[in-house]
């Protein structure tokens, strides 16, 4: 198995809608070996394929439950219920999370690697990693899921992260944004998804 490298905010593919996988076979199998590598070197509880560059609907998880690795091909989230606000990080934005309200409970169907049919009632966590990695799919990033305040914050740190930081630094973003990320008063305690 290979890890990939992760993807961060900015690059393009991120921000595009994956298409469905037509084919579950050995390649697909193959690419779902190596990004849980990559999920669990960065480390991290899911990946999504845009965030190893690769345009396919399929996530990889682990919620470190008795099941180890999964992977989930054509998920379709087909209800949503309640809300449940969880402090959510994303490995394509190291060292930042923020405070999401998202449904409680979802359905989720999809496919498993042998092409069986798979349907999960999910809630909370679970539920939040699921939506997580098929907002991936769909092309959106936690950062859409902000309200207009943190939304205003989280900007101005990934904006001064792409600017690699000016050297008076007059905000004090280099405090802020650290110099590896975990300098953010908003840095997770726990693995991104
Ligand atoms: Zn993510």
Redesign the pocket.
Known sequence: MTAYTIRLYGDPVLRQRAPEVRDIDGRLKALSDDMVQTMYEAP?V???AP?VGVQKRVFVYDLHDDLGPRTIVNPVISEARGEWTYDE?????PGLAWEIVRPKEIHLTGRDLDGNEISIEADEYEARVYQ??V??LDGI??VERLDEDQRKEAMRILRARALHLPGDDPDGLRRLVGTDGTGSPEAPDHP??
Do not use: M, N, V
């Open positions: 991290g899911g990946l999504a965030q990080g994303c490995l394509s934005i997580h990695e907002d991936h990033l936690l991104g998804l």
